[in-house]
């Protein structure tokens, strides 16, 4: 068993603070510090272990756009693009641009492109980066850390990152806040998971950034970094399967205000905005609910780097069920494909963390359910359409069974009446 590589994207969030609960400008963005960004995308490597990625409809250029638009200026802000973002080059636009900082101002730093980690450090590719010599040669979180406490003049620091080991910033951003800044962390992954290899992360950010009304969750006309921190841990959980990590130091996030929202959400129905599973072409996929039609669900799916919607019945519309588990429970987890016995040793939701037997601790990782057994679960003939299935039965209540279908994935796990096992 050994970890491999996974498209990352590591992103710094534009966010301004402020005291209002309305929109006195009538602007999409709140104003208040001025805020400079470094923001680095790096697609494509010299490293031939590191396989490039699909460069449509990139996200990392679609929040640099953005970011100017929403009040960033110009000069103060970098976007360093595949060939552009070597090692040296980050290092030397991150100190351009943090000496050019004032007092009561606002960085980002913003990465796009493979993550990795090698005896307790983590690493952003950058574009030269040699992957069997990644101290000497790749971007050392370490130094983002380093960088930012020497160079920077102003009140906060916010880190987004969505990688593979992203959540190694939440270090990066505790050592910068012993500075006296204010600083924020918010991840695709925590610092021992690797991330998907899609923009879902990516573009919670920038829908919560341009005031989309979905990502109010309280209806009050505002988004805050605590409702956007809200929306990635529900895109990365229910779409990815992966827990994100959210550190906030020195700084109130439920107080700091990302966008102002045009238009209210009608929240008459509980279901809007809740994720479920949905048919689309045959398949059960991860939809979210953006409204209800006569009945039927307004469903948004997202593949890869672009939504797409459809109205779909309720009979072809799934909620989502977890099963739960006990920490110190011994079990056993799914990885690539085989089962190893392994120790839950805390939960956080429905993820669990676990500890693999005879491996050593940078191996532990975070899990959903579909990826544990405990080794009791009944081996059940399922009837469904006419025809019986192989199956776990995962958990019961009262006359409803809830079952996991040989050789199909977790989309297929449903709830059915017990008369239909045997």
């Known amino acids: 068993m050994k ?36 923001i680095v995308g790096a697609l494509e490597w010299t490293d031939q272990y590191l396989p490039p990625f699909e460069k449509r409809n990139r996200k990392d250029e679609e929040l640099y756009n953005l970011l100017k ?30 000496q050019k900082t004032t007092t009561g ?5 913003y990465y796009a492109g493979h993550g990795m980690h090698e005896k307790g450090k983590y690493y952003f590719a950058n574009y030269d980066i040699v992957t069997t010599n990644p101290s000497e040669t790749g971007l050392d979180l370490d130094i983002i850390a380093n960088i930012i ?46 991330s998907t290899g899609n923009w879902t992360y990516s573009q919670a950010l920038i829908d919560c950034l341009k005031g989309e009304a979905m990502m109010d969750r309280n209806n009050d006309g505002n988004i805050t970094m605590n409702e956007m921190a809200g929306e990635v841990k529900d895109a990365m959980k229910f779409r990815e399967r992966q827990l994100n990590t959210f550190a906030t130091f020195n700084l109130d996030a439920d107080k700091t205000i990302i966008s102002y929202v045009s238009g209210k959400m009608n929240r008459s129905d509980k279901e809007v905005g809740s994720y479920v599973f949905a ?16 009945g039927e669900y307004d469903c948004e799916f ?47 939701g429905d993820f669990y963390y676990i500890t693999y037997a005879g491996y050593d601790k940078s191996y532990d990782e975070w899990v959903l359910y579909d990826r544990i057994r405990t080794g009791s679960e009944p081996k059940v003939q399922v009837l469904w359409e006419g025809q019986y299935y192989s199956a776990d039965l995962l958990e019961k209540n009262g006359a409803q069974s809830y079952v996991h279908y040989d050789t199909y994935d977790y989309t297929w796990d449903e709830w059915t009446d017990s008369k239909n096992i045997k």
């Open 105 to 109: 101002s606002h960085f980002i730093f």
């Open 69 to 98: 638009t929403t009040g960033v200026d110009e000069n103060n802000i970098v976007f360093l693009k595949d060939q552009e973002a070597t090692l040296k080059s980050i290092k030397e636009n991150m100190k351009t641009i943090l």
């Open 302 to 348: 997202y593949f890869y780097c672009d939504k797409e919607s459809k109205t779909v019945s309720p009979q072809k519309v799934r909620k989502p069920h977890f099963i739960q588990h006990k920490v110190g429970a011994s079990v056993k987890v799914e990885w690539d494909k085989k089962w190893y016995d392994a120790t839950i040793t805390k939960a956080d």
């Open 3 to 38: 970890h491999v590589l996974f498209l990352t994207i590591s992103l710094v969030l534009f966010s301004c603070s402020a005291k209002a609960k309305n929109n006195p400008t009538n602007a999409n963005q709140p104003s208040g510090e001025q805020t400079y960004a470094v």
């Open 149 to 194: 406490s020497n160079n920077f003049k102003g009140e906060r620091v916010t880190l987004w990152a969505d990688c593979c080991y992203s959540g190694g910033l939440e270090t990066t951003a505790e050592t910068i806040s012993k500075k006296g800044f204010k600083t924020c962390a918010l991840t695709s992954a925590t610092a021992t998971n690797t």
């Open 279 to 294: 048919m689309h072409k045959g398949k059960w996929e991860v939809a979210r609910v953006i409204g209800k039609t006569n």
